[in-house]
């Protein structure tokens, strides 16, 4: 990536969420414990909170278009509680 010029750190990170969640590289972290995500996502999906991306084991998801748009398989790749 050191030979692409005008690369900034906000297209790299970018970059790096859009091939996680299509499948195409995973993270190399440990999944996080999330106890309380399930609840969360609840809340989320239900429009109880200002927040629109899901939580799952490696961070913050936010779908493109709704929350609904993510399939069960990507939520279970991505880590995310129902």
Known sequence: MQSITDLAVGDL?????????AGTIRPVDPPAAIPH???LNRRIRAGATVINALVGTHGAVMPV??????????????????
């Open 37 to 39: 995500a399930a609840a």
């Open 65 to 82: 278009e709704s929350i609904e748009e993510l399939s069960h398989a990507s939520m279970v790749r991505l880590g995310i509680p129902a």
């Open 13 to 21: 990170l970018n970059t790096v969420d859009a091939l996680c969640t």
